[in-house]
């Protein structure tokens, strides 16, 4: 449903939102490879929330020079 990855020199961010079994999402950011977010939301308000965060900080971070990443 949304993935991104950034990178800024050895630094990587990875944002995540996916749908969970049997119901709900998972909600999910991984910076430099350790797991900094983890949330499970049956509660789709709660994961616009969640989304409108991650999209804001991933343009945060472009703005300040780090690149989208397709790994």
Do not use: N
Request: charged share 30%; hydrophobic share 35%.
């Amino acid at each position: 449903m949304f993935h991104r990855s950034l990178r800024s020199a050895h630094h990587v961010r990875h944002y995540s939102i996916t749908t969970a079994e049997p119901s709900g999402w998972d909600v999910k950011l991984e910076e430099d490879r350790e797991l900094r977010r983890c949330d499970h939301y049956q509660d789709w308000h709660r994961v616009e929330r969640a989304l409108a965060l991650f999209e804001m900080e991933v343009e945060q971070l472009r703005a300040s020079g780090w690149l989208v990443s397709t790994t």
